[in-house]
């Protein structure tokens, strides 16, 4: 069963523009997972989050947590056009195994 | 460097099939798992597997099976193909991680896009 959602489904922006992604999830967490897709390809793990720490950067993207409000963003900065790929928050709702949302499709305009 | 590999890219069988989906991880990694990709529906977890011989449930099992006889091998098994298994299937790995409530990342291969006919 999916835990995360992510919001936009969809997103259209302009080379060099910042892109936001959110995530909601509805049971608590160890820690909060993003991966992105490319077309057609296996996911690429981005950047973890562990439900004690609210921000995380790794180089250009930036990673909030609010365990009260059990939400996630992700915030790609100055975009280019090989961010362009589906988007994804991962949970761990139980032992091992993610429990991981329907994705965020970035398209990033040049 | 991390690499998980599956046996093939695409993949047509026709209905009623048996169909086998390979999956090998070079990470000595005790986690395997294999999900499948729909359009909206984002990745639901078939079956996952902690260790060799080892394996559990995950959310849509039902008409598929799994085997796992070494630790860098996970199969998916698809007993009697059908339409609706048409789909890409992605497969998994990761460590076991630091103990109860750790999840490590998972590592994924290319996915293989099955097509039933």
């Known amino acids: 069963s999916q835990q995360g959602e992510e919001d936009p489904q969809a997103l259209s922006i302009q080379e060099g523009e910042n892109a936001t992604m959110n995530c909601s999830y509805k049971t608590s967490i160890n820690n909060l997972q993003w991966y992105r897709q490319n077309s057609g390809r296996g996911l690429v793990h981005l950047i973890l989050?562990?439900?004690?720490?609210r921000e995380k950067h790794s180089g250009r993207l930036r990673v909030t947590l609010d365990t009260s409000k059990k939400s996630s963003s992700l915030l790609i900065t100055a975009s280019r056009a090989a961010d362009t790929a589906s988007y994804f928050c991962?949970?761990?709702?139980?032992?091992?195994?993610?429990?991981f949302g329907a994705g965020t499709t970035v398209t990033v305009r040049a | 460097d991390v690499k998980v590999t599956q046996s093939s890219r695409y993949l047509v069988k026709r209905t009623g099939e048996k169909v086998f989906l390979e999956c090998v991880q070079d990470?000595?990694?005790?986690?395997m798992f294999w999900y499948r990709q729909d359009p909206g529906l984002g990745l639901r977890l078939i079956y996952f597997s902690y260790d060799v011989k080892m394996k559990e449930k995950g959310d849509i099992p039902e008409g598929y099976s799994v085997s796992r006889e070494k630790k860098e091998r996970f199969s998916l098994i698809l007993e009697s193909a059908s339409t609706n298994q048409t789909s890409m299937y992605l497969c998994?790995?990761?460590?076991?991680?630091?103990?109860?409530?750790?999840?490590?990342?998972?590592?994924f291969g290319p996915g293989t896009r099955l097509t039933v006919l």
């Open positions: 998994a790995s990761s460590f076991k991680g630091g103990g109860a409530g750790s999840t490590d990342t998972q590592y």
């Open positions: 990470m000595d990694h005790e986690n």
């Open positions: 989050i562990r439900s004690n720490e």
């Open positions: 991962a949970t761990d709702p139980n032992d091992y195994k993610l429990s």
